[in-house]
């Protein structure tokens, strides 16, 4: 298995850079023909890669690149899903190479998409490669690449419950989340939920002289920032009624136990440049990022932002929020609660308006199936370390649409760091841990076969 990884890395090297070099943005339309040329690709990856069948399945947003191996009915069937659309690389100016123009330094592949999720999901093409020309494929397989999960998985959400059958499994495996570090291999065992929202606060009816209104007419981007501030205590807590009736509290033993999992504070702080953390009182810093909900500012403007100051009392004003959910918080209900409140706190010399976008629901996954069981072997046979179960702070929506829809398990075993910058200036992929992913996945399907 070494040997034939030893043997082909260069070339499985260059596909990925082939990959990372089609801009797949999902979030901006202008790069739909990049969206397609990179299903397409995929698709061929796949063909290449020897499966009976594949093809390109139509939903309202972008297509699903579904391929399978059959080799015998009576055998169980691992479901691979992943991601073949990619962040926006904004801001562009903070690269220090093209986003879509792969190098390699230090050991690592830089370029959008490099570890969320073409780097990740194509260790699986690689993977699959490997147990065909190797013979040794042990069940069947299939393959679900979809191009929106960076904006939300409408087209899966569209296409699961109308191919149930197409995609009869008895597991999902998905590489898409992070190791603790290269020595300190961990599985994720949760994930947690999003609500998303758009904000807008309306002021007087056109932008005015500051300098002749201000002071006399409220200013919507102060009011926002009054109105966004009052929605966190000064403990870290959300202050939105009801917020926090829903969420699922760990025993003071399971928190123990996540809090064992290696952690240095010093170093995470000195790898963000920050001289504090800040959280929700009377948690961890591993805890906030994970088994606790949030709610943050993802962007915000209004007034000018251009070169110089130009002196404006702006009309309008709008900020993108989003919320981080934990078990058994609902997406839906969630954003209900915070659209009455942010309505209710609107001052009468604005009008506020709340505009929903994607949400999901956050995950929890059992420590005591065959499935895990097998992950864990598998990484313990090619890191020589039993992997630590961790539950993730990031969202993969479509994973409680699984279980909901197809009854279906999620194995979550990941091989990115959380160093690798996703979604930020310089995404990087570690080559080793491209390389780890393409070794340890023929060790799933053994170990998940027998
Ligand atoms: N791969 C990430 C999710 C992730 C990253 C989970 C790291 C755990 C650790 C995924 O592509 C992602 O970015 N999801 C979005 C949600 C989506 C609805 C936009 C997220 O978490 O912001
Ligand atoms: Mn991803
Ligand atoms: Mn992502």
Redesign the pocket.
Known sequence: MTSYIEEHKERFIEELKDMLRIPSVSADAAYKKDVLRMADLTLQSLLDAGVDTAELCETPGNPIVYGEKIIDPSKPTVLVYG?YDV?PADPVELWHSPPFEPVIKNGKIIARGSA??KGQFYMHVKAFELMMRTDSLPCNVKFMIEGE?????GGLSWFVPRNKEKLKADVVLIS???LIANDVPSI?TG??G?S?LEVEVIGPKRDLHSGVYGGAVANPINVLCDMISSLLDEDGHITIPGFYDSVMELSKEEREEMNKAPFDLEEYKRELDVKAVKGEKGYTTLERASIRPTLDVNGIWGGYIGEGAKTVLPSKAFAKI?M?LVPNQTSEAITKLFKDHFESIAPDYVTVKVHPH???EAVVTALDSAAYRAASRAMEATFGKKPIPTR??????IVALFKKELDLDSI?M?F?L?SDD??SPNESYGIFNYLKGIETIPYFFKYFAE
């Open positions: 991601h962040q969320d999720d999960e960076e904006v939300g998985s898409d989340t992070s994720t994930l947690r999003l998303y989003s981080r994607h949400g999901g993730g702070g990031g969202s993969i929506p979550l990941g990115g959380d996703i979604h």
